[in-house]
């Protein structure tokens, strides 16, 4: 069963740091792009960044986290990471990691929601002011 679980998330500072993981199952992770996405309450679900498969090298971020998110994997443990630094109030949402439908590689629309097949259930992140 392909699966994705999401784990990591919590209450913090503004300024402080987080690390989410994404621990995939039934598939190896390092076969295909994964994204992370996250959903404020009353907002659309938007993409935060995308990972390719390590044998392609290209990753994306949105505008609004780049230089303060760094997303990586562990081939080992078929884990994908989200290292979240600087954070912010308004980096608060339910944060989703997802696997596109097929492909190594995060193309330039890797935001793009029906790309993606496979979806976590979610990891709540919270940034008090």
């Known amino acids: 069963q392909v699966q994705l679980v999401e784990s990591g998330g919590g209450l913090v500072q503004a300024g402080g740091s987080l690390r989410l993981s994404c621990a995939a199952s039934?598939?190896?992770?390092?076969?295909?792009?994964i994204g992370w996405f996250r959903q404020a309450p009353g907002k659309e679900r938007e993409g935060v960044s995308c990972i390719s498969s390590s044998s392609v090298g290209i990753n994306w971020y949105a505008g609004s986290v780049r230089g303060r998110f760094s997303v990586s994997r562990d081939k080992a443990k078929n884990t994908v990471y989200l290292q979240m630094n600087s954070l912010k109030p308004e980096d608060t949402a339910i944060y989703y990691c997802a696997r596109v439908v097929s492909g190594r590689a995060c193309e330039r629309d890797w935001s793009t929601l029906e790309q993606y097949g496979t979806w976590g259930q979610g990891t709540q992140v919270t940034v008090s002011s």
């Open positions: 039934g598939f190896t992770s390092n076969d295909y792009a």
